[in-house]
């Protein structure tokens, strides 16, 4: 059997195993052939082809430059490699390629087509707008012009004739990849979240299999409020895709919200595991560090909001964190200065002023700590927490009106409250245990 003859061979049984989707082994096959006859360009553009649907794109696009070295004008091929190069993101060589289809084919319609989404990704809208009317000359219902032209018009952000023309594709096309999801998409951003909800629906009928369209949609139950349904959607791209991190990490921040720190560990470690890059460390670094404070374990909290803090200097809410698990360890000069940081960064002015009056009690600054309690109630005046710290403070310092005054005003406004049920019925007792102190302290006599 001649050379020539088994090239033949190959390339027809190439051709059966590609029909069976067994791309490697056609391409084994190609290869061979195109060895024994160099010189046929559509040898080469079925190496191309094969080499596209491996994934192999460099490879395939040197495939198909052969072909055209050989056949200059073979439209088809010209056509495979201007959209092979517009998908690889080289949409400037891609527009270059689409133009020689035109200037050789000047009715071949879809050249306009494909035209029109290389400017739109160029961001040359006047002409992408000119290849749909020329494309329109030639086919004034085709699906991928619409659908090209919805791009270049959301670009600009004409949402509403974006949609107008993605519908159009639908007339077509009913199923058409992708078009529901753009114009979910499009309702979402003109704040339509029904209609947005909508089309992901169907968009998910026609590809139940695509987690990154589940992730959207899981999203988008968030904006609408509806945690449980985002909360179920997360869980299902899990089960599809383990190593989803973003799912994983989105799951984690709303069992963090909702209280289970547990369930949001186990899904902050599985990121780290799938993720271990700088930047996902330092998000891991401040949920972690917060669903350990959640949990109580204030010593593994520790390091890690020290890592958040470090990370992120200018975020005044991470000092306020971090001050709390050191308050938890009774660190309380050290908390302190991280309220006082959060104060310069302008966090939560209410919250930073009482926690800094809980550590200047514990330090014995009884005066210090009803300056900041003061300072909180100016900021937030209905906080009982505040009411009772400054009462408390007000007791140490012995001013007993005033005291019962701010336990009255908690009353009023808790009327259950034990706590300050207990202090105002022991009122007394503390007056005179000050009292028995000051008889029991040597008197100095003033001469």
Request: net charge neutral.
């Amino acid at each position: 059997m001649s050379d020539w003859v088994d090239a033949e061979k190959r390339v027809e049984r190439a051709q059966q195993l590609c029909e069976s989707q067994r791309f490697a082994e056609a391409l084994a096959e190609m290869e061979v052939a195109v060895s024994i006859n160099p010189d046929n360009a559509v040898w080469h553009a079925q190496r191309g082809y094969l080499l596209q649907e491996l994934s192999r794109e460099t490879e395939a696009v040197a495939a198909y430059e052969r072909s055209l070295e050989l056949e200059p004008k073979d439209r088809e091929v010209l056509m495979l490699l201007g959209v092979l190069l517009a998908r690889t993101g080289r949409f400037a060589q891609g527009a270059e390629v689409l133009e020689r289809i035109s200037r050789a084919h000047p009715s071949f319609e879809p050249a306009y087509c494909y035209r029109l989404f290389v400017y739109a990704q160029l961001e040359q809208h006047e002409r992408a707008e000119e290849m749909f009317y020329l494309a329109q000359q030639l086919d004034e219902n085709c699906p991928r012009c619409f659908f090209h032209m919805g791009l270049s018009l959301a670009a600009r952000g004409r949402m509403e004739r974006a949609v107008y023309c993605w519908k159009r594709v639908l007339q077509s096309d009913s199923e058409h990849p992708g078009v529901h999801h753009r114009i979910a998409q499009a309702f979402r951003a003109m704040g339509n979240v029904d209609e947005a909800r909508n089309h992901y629906l169907e968009e998910f009928r026609i590809d139940p299999g695509n987690t990154d369209l589940m992730f959207e949609m899981a999203d988008l139950a968030l904006v609408a409020g509806r945690t449980a349904d985002a909360v179920d959607k997360l869980r299902q791209i899990i089960e599809l895709d383990p190593e989803h991190a973003d799912a994983q990490f989105a799951l984690g921040k709303l069992w963090l919200k909702s209280g289970d720190a547990g369930k949001a560990i186990e899904c902050f470690e599985a990121v780290y595991e799938i993720d271990g890059t700088q930047s996902t460390r330092r998000q891991l670094a401040l949920r972690t560090g917060l669903a350990l404070l959640q949990l109580g374990r204030f010593s593994q909290a520790l390091p890690k909001l020290k890592t958040a803090a470090t990370e992120q200097p200018e975020h005044g809410e991470i000092q306020l964190w971090l001050g709390d698990c050191l308050l938890a360890l009774e660190q309380c000069a050290e908390a302190a200065q991280c309220y006082r940081r959060s104060l310069t960064l302008q966090a939560d002015e209410a919250r930073a002023q009482y926690s800094l009056s809980l550590c200047m009690l514990r330090l014995g600054q009884d005066r210090a700590a009803l300056e900041h309690c003061q300072a909180a109630l100016r900021a937030k005046p209905d906080s009982v927490a505040a009411l009772q710290t400054a009462a408390l403070a007000h007791l140490r310092l012995g001013h007993w009106r005033k005291a019962k005054q701010v336990l009255r005003r908690v009353l009023e406004k808790d009327e259950e409250n034990a706590l300050v049920k207990r202090l105002l019925g022991k009122l007394w007792l503390y007056r005179l245990r000050r009292y028995w102190r000051f008889l029991r302290s040597p008197i100095h006599f003033p001469f």
